[in-house]
């Protein structure tokens, strides 16, 4: 199957009095380029939902929101710093005695100095947190992925589309060429008459400025390798995977090809033809960066 590059996925689990909501969003992006915001209290995860995500998307420029929420009555508690309250008070009263001021110290006045007072979470289960996270993550990435299948699909749909058309014009210009060949000796013929009047006509001359002129404008090669590149795009779309910069490739070499075709033309519809022809391979261009 075919996967776009952009998506989006969205899960909310919620019990045992905590709630996690996990939302994935992504863009085109040449690599895998992940994202991830959430609450720093959940930043352990961090190299866990990577994994997660590697483990079913391959490119696009992805970003994660995380939101957490503990409902429990118990989510954090204040430790008394003993140690930092002794320090505190010896050094008071060390001033005391060096400046002759009185000891006038109070607990209320202990207790605002920092860090006596420190709050600190309520310890939690890591590995039960993260039970309930990852389904989260694996939920809106099962979301996320179904987007980008339903949206690669609809790519995979236009792109056979404007394949078909590009063979259209491919062959018209396969088909164009013998006409060239055969309007360009006639009207040579009908030059050549009319400078020589009566006279007659050197046929091998003829047949080697004919010849000379097909060499210049012959396309054949780039006609063969046109089809070969259209016919290897519509197989890697049949055949699926992660095959965007295996297109992106190949559609560079079509416009190459497209080029040199407009470079030799030397006819008013093979040069209309071959515009026709770059403007599609650009649109396919266009449309095979939105894949994964």
């Not at 045992?16 to 040449?30: A, C, Y």
């Not at 866990?48 to 391959?58: P, V």
Request: aromatic fraction near 6%; charged fraction near 35%.
């Amino acid at each position: 199957m075919i996967k776009s590059m952009t998506g989006f996925g969205r899960c909310e689990i919620a019990e045992n009095n905590r709630k996690f909501t996990v939302e994935i969003k992504s863009v085109n992006h040449r690599y895998l380029d992940v994202n991830i915001k959430m609450p720093k209290a959940l930043n352990f995860f961090e190299s866990a939902i990577r994994g997660e995500l590697k483990s079913r998307i391959s490119r696009g420029k992805v970003d994660v929101f995380v939101s957490y929420e503990d409902y429990s009555e118990k989510t954090s508690t204040v430790r008394y710093n003993k140690e930092v309250a002794q320090e505190y008070l010896k050094f008071m009263r060390q001033m005391g005695e060096e400046f002759g001021l009185e000891d006038d110290v109070r607990v209320s006045m202990l207790a605002r100095f920092p860090e006596v007072f420190t709050m600190e979470e309520a310890g939690v289960d890591e590995e039960e947190l993260w039970k309930e996270l990852r389904r989260a993550v694996a939920g809106a990435a099962v979301m996320f992925v179904d987007t980008r299948i339903a949206e690669g699909s609809h790519l995979k749909e236009d792109l056979l589309e404007k394949l078909r058309n590009m063979t259209e014009l491919v062959e018209f210009i396969s088909g164009r060429m013998p006409q060239i060949m055969s309007e360009y000796r006639r009207r040579l013929e009908e030059k050549v008459r009319e400078l020589l009047a009566d006279a007659a006509v050197d046929e091998s001359r003829l047949l080697t400025e004919v010849t000379i002129f097909a060499d210049k404008v012959c396309v054949d090669e780039e006609i063969v390798r046109l089809r070969s590149h259209i016919d290897t795009t519509a197989k890697a779309l049949e055949e699926g995977g992660s095959i965007g910069r295996k297109l992106d490739f190949i559609a560079q070499e079509m416009n190459r090809e497209a080029n040199t075709i407009l470079s030799k033309a030397n006819d008013l519809e093979i040069s209309n033809c071959a515009i026709e022809l770059k403007t599609e391979i650009e649109k396919v261009r266009e449309q095979i960066q939105n894949i994964e």
